[in-house]
């Protein structure tokens, strides 16, 4: 009897997805206070797929993002659309940038011998499954924060670097949403990590045990959430600089409106009206 392989592909399919209704829709069972996923098997995956088998499953988290287990490329383009048909919120984008995959090869006495190219020999078990699902799906949305949170940082500087040189005209719109995207990260994220944090409940034999730190270093989990919440630490920072900076910019900018609007009362015996017009204008352009 030769090696078994068991195929996990990961997708980032939208930012959040509502689990109580997928549940619902699938009839699979879900409790919101202990679990941030659900399972769907035979049943539910050959309404998607139309092909029945006890060896595909596909576990659905509440950060977006989606493990295919066993899954042949077409399975999981059908499985897609179909999600993007009950939903309306599938994110091809994210699909596209954010997906990942993970073998394991299991032998004929069921050992699980190897992890990718990571050797190993642990008893499989149906544990084994639910922390890879788990574990594959916490590093995909991972990479995700970190590609958004750099793009958030870069954005971010730009605005205090903006602000620092004292300028007058600024843009208003574009600085609030750009605010508003870093206080939405921050929120995104810390949620996230609270879905990653109750998703997995180490109760387990001490085979599930030993191979849960595996695959958490094997995906180097703990550095990567360290390094992803110092940088929410330093959203947080450029939040309090830009709030500061732009109050200060606020006030010197009504200082000189108003020092400009007292010297109206004396330029007009020394200037004439078209100079007074230009100068007028300029001040509300000033004050936009």
Do not use: W
């Amino acid at each position: 009897m030769s090696n078994s392989k068991v195929n996990l592909v990961c997708y980032k399919i939208s930012n959040k997805l509502n689990l109580i209704t997928l549940a619902s829709y699938f009839d699979a069972p879900y409790c919101e206070r202990s679990t941030k996923y659900i399972l769907l098997n035979d049943k539910a995956i050959s309404s998607i797929i139309k092909v029945h088998s006890n060896t595909k499953f596909l576990f659905i988290y509440e950060y977006g993002c989606t493990v295919f287990v066993d899954f042949s490329s077409d399975e999981i383009y059908s499985a897609l659309e179909y999600f993007r048909d009950i939903t309306g919120n599938t994110n091809y984008e994210l699909i596209s940038q954010f997906n990942e995959e993970l073998i394991l090869t299991i032998n004929e006495s069921r050992l699980l011998t190897s992890i990718n190219d990571f050797q190993c020999k642990l008893d499989y078990n149906p544990d084994i499954l639910k922390i890879a699902c788990g574990l594959i799906s916490r590093s995909t949305e991972l990479s995700t924060a970190e590609a958004e949170i750099a793009t958030v940082l870069d954005d971010a500087d730009n605005i205090v670097n903006y602000l620092q040189k004292a300028r007058l005209r600024i843009n208003r719109k574009k600085f609030v949403s750009s605010i508003s995207n870093m206080a939405r990260f921050q929120h995104s994220m810390i949620l996230s990590i609270d879905s990653f944090d109750s998703t997995f409940s180490l109760k387990k034999n001490a085979n599930s045990k030993s191979f849960y730190y595996i695959l958490y270093h094997y995906y180097e989990i703990a550095d990567r959430t360290n390094i992803l919440e110092r940088k929410i630490d330093e959203v947080n920072r450029l939040i309090s600089s830009y709030t500061t900076l732009s109050y200060n910019i606020g006030e010197m900018r009504l200082l000189i409106f108003e020092c400009i609007l007292l010297s109206l009362f004396l330029l007009p015996s020394f200037i004439d009206f078209k100079t007074l017009y230009k100068l007028l204008s300029l001040i509300i352009k000033l004050n936009n």
